[in-house]
């Protein structure tokens, strides 16, 4: 990703690597300093799709150094709750908005919408 190799790997649901920042237990984390998405090995079918593409969302804005943008637009206070919000919005919404761009665009859109995004975050 923009050059970053990420790797993912599946853990025991009560390994370390699934701490978070909080220090909670979560299904899964993204660590930026490895360059690694860890997932629980519990997760399976439509929740393991939703929870990869949310931390998906996270090593994009390491990728791409969009966190600055984060920083620069929210008070500190507010820097985690804004990136889980996006991350959240794009597994959410993200696949409905590359429906809706099919439907418009139709074969194009599969092309074009990720050259569209990757021009716009570059």
Known sequence: MNGDLWRVKFVHPYSPKLVDRTQNYRVATTDPSTRCIYLS???NGDFLNRVL???LGHATMVSYDLLQIIHQMVYPEYWMEM???ICNFIAD???QIFRHAYEI????A???VPQE???LVA
């Open 93 to 95: 919404y993200g696949l």
């Open 83 to 85: 990136e889980e919000w």
């Open 117 to 119: 995004l990757e021009r």
């Open 105 to 108: 665009l139709g074969e194009r």
């Open 53 to 55: 593409i949310h931390e």
């Open 41 to 43: 090995k519990d997760l």
């Open 110 to 112: 599969w092309v074009y």
